[in-house]
């Protein structure tokens, strides 16, 4: 046994940048949803460099992981969204 706890990967710090990207994102998606040709060449190279310095801080180490592990978090909110709005168009 240790006497070390183990480090929180959730904080407040996570919940904060998953808040804000998740946001941010959504905004963008939702008003250049209707043109398709703005996602491709706005949001998705945007996803792509906030998934990639998301990963950076993730493995950094100490409170930049709870930003990088929100971060990443956030990067998902979008194309989940999109991905559900499919289905639930499809289904009816």
Request: charged share 0%; no cysteine.
């Given at each position: 046994m240790t006497d070390h706890p183990a480090p929180a990967k959730f904080g407040p710090?996570?919940?904060?940048?998953a808040l804000v990207t998740s946001l941010v994102f959504e905004f963008t998606a939702v008003t250049t949803g209707y043109f398709v040709i703005f996602l491709l060449y706005i949001v998705?190279?945007?996803?792509?460099i906030v998934g990639a310095i998301g990963g950076l801080l993730y493995f950094s180490g100490g409170k930049a992981t709870q930003v990088g592990l929100g971060m990443l978090i956030g990067c998902l909110a979008?194309?989940?969204?999109?991905?559900?709005?499919?289905?639930?168009?499809?289904?009816t």
């Open positions: 710090l996570s919940f904060g940048a998705l190279p945007a996803l792509l979008a194309p989940l969204t999109a991905a559900i709005s499919t289905v639930a168009l499809i289904v």
